[in-house]
C-alpha cells in the first residue's frame, strides 16, 4: 500500500545512505558509528557517497540539487530511477516506495513515469532527428503514426520544427541537446531528470536552453530534478535548491532564503559572490499592498525593476495577473546588501 505523503508531494527521500565497495553495509555501520567520509575510505577502501539524505519535491516544480565535484549530486539523482541502489533508506514517488518494485515494475515506472535528459545528449547517431525522439514510444509498443504525432509535437515544443530529417552531427550542440529534451517529454514522463543537462554547452546557448526550459516548464508543469553545479543557474531555474557537499546535505530552501540565510559558513562562501540582482526575483521580495505606479511579473529579475523602483514602488504581479504584493527600493537594496 502507498504511504501517506503531504499534499502536492511528489517525490520524497527518507535516509538515503550510499557507500560503494565491496561490503558497503558493513562500512556503512561504521559510519553510523560516527566515522567519516575519510576515515572510512583510508580505513576500508569505501567510498561514502551519500549520508542520511531527507528531501521533499513537490509536484510539478523544478528542484535544483547542486554542488562542487564529488558532492554526491550525481550518485542521488540515480537513486530516483534505480540506477544506483541505496545502502540504506526509502525513496518514494507518489507515495509508493521505488525500491520495493519488481524487475517488471521498474522498467515500465522507467518507461512510463520518469526520463532522463543527459549531458552528454546520448542521441542515436545513424537515426533522424524525428527517429531519435519517437525511438523510446516506437520500444514501448506505440504504433508507429500516433510515435510519429506525439514525437513532432514536442519537436515543434522545442524550437526544432524543420529539422526532423536532420541527423545529430548537422546539429550544433545546443540542438542537439534539444533533440534529447524533446525525446524526454515525448514519453510524457510526469518526471524529468536532468543531469548536467547544460554544462556541456557554450554560455549563449546555455542559457537559450535554460530560458526555454523556463518556457516549457511553464506551459507543461512537468516534476524536474535538475543536477547543476552552477550556482547562477540553479538560481535561475529553481524552485527549491538543495546544496550538497562531501555527500550531505549543507541546506534546502529557495534561491532567496538560501541567499538571505546560508545555513553555514560553506554555502556562505558559496553564494558570496552571486549577483543578486539577477538572481533574486521580484515576487520573492514581495510585500503586502499594491502601489499606483508601474507594475512587473513577479518572475522578474530585480535588476528588471531598478528603472521603474527610481520612480517609486512597484506592483507585483503573478503569473495569472493577480497582485502579490509591492516591492520597495529599500527592500529591494537590503536584499542586495545581504
Avoid at 542520511?52 to 530516483?80: A, N, P, Y
Avoid at 542521441?123 to 510519429?148: K, Q, W, Y
Avoid at 543557474?233 to 550531505?248: M, S, V
Amino acid at each position: 500500500m502507498a504511504a501517506t505523503l503531504e499534499t502536492g508531494t511528489k517525490i520524497r527521500v527518507e535516509g538515503v545512505s550510499k557507500v560503494f565497495g565491496k561490503t558497503p553495509e558493513r562500512a556503512f555501520a561504521l559510519v553510523q558509528a560516527g566515522m567519516g567520509k575519510a576515515e572510512l575510505l583510508e580505513t576500508t577502501g569505501h567510498v561514502l557517497g551519500l549520508h542520511d539524505i531527507d528531501l521533499t519535491i513537490g509536484s510539478g516544480e523544478t528542484f535544483v540539487i547542486m554542488g562542487l565535484s564529488g558532492s554526491g549530486k550525481s550518485t542521488l539523482i540515480r537513486h530516483f530511477n534505480r540506477l544506483i541502489e541505496p545502502t540504506a533508506g526509502r525513496i518514494l514517488v507518489d507515495g509508493e516506495d521505488i525500491l520495493r518494485l519488481s524487475e517488471p515494475a521498474l522498467r515500465s515506472f522507467r518507461r512510463r513515469k520518469i526520463a532522463m535528459v543527459f549531458q552528454r545528449f546520448a542521441l542515436l547517431p545513424h537515426r533522424t532527428v524525428l527517429e531519435n525522439v519517437m525511438f523510446g514510444l516506437l520500444i514501448d509498443g506505440v504504433p508507429r503514426a500516433r510515435a510519429e504525432a506525439r514525437a513532432r509535437e514536442q519537436i515543434a515544443l522545442v524550437g526544432l520544427d524543420g529539422f526532423e530529417a536532420r541527423h545529430p552531427a548537422q546539429l550544433s550542440g545546443g540542438m542537439q541537446q534539444r533533440v534529447g529534451l524533446a525525446r524526454a517529454l515525448a514519453t510524457d514522463a510526469e518526471i524529468l531528470l536532468m543531469d548536467e543537462a547544460f554544462s556541456a554547452l557554450d554560455p549563449l546557448i546555455r542559457h537559450d536552453m535554460q530560458m526555454q526550459l523556463k518556457q516549457i516548464q511553464s506551459r507543461l508543469h512537468k516534476t524536474i530534478v535538475f543536477i547543476t553545479h552552477d550556482l547562477d543557474e540553479a538560481l535561475l531555474l529553481g524552485d527549491h535548491i538543495a546544496i550538497l557537499r562531501d555527500g550531505e546535505l549543507r541546506q534546502v530552501g529557495t534561491g532567496a532564503e538560501i541567499l538571505a540565510a546560508p545555513a553555514d559558513d560553506y554555502v556562505a562562501r558559496f553564494v558570496r559572490d552571486v549577483n543578486r540582482a539577477r538572481t533574486i526575483r521580484c515576487g520573492d521580495l514581495a510585500e503586502p499592498g499594491i502601489a499606483a505606479g508601474a507594475e512587473i511579473g513577479a518572475d522578474a529579475a530585480l535588476e528588471q525593476a531598478f528603472g521603474a523602483l527610481a520612480r517609486g514602488p512597484v506592483t507585483v504581479r503573478g503569473a495569472d495577473g493577480a497582485p502579490r504584493g509591492v516591492l520597495t527600493a529599500g527592500r529591494v537594496l537590503a536584499a542586495l546588501a545581504g
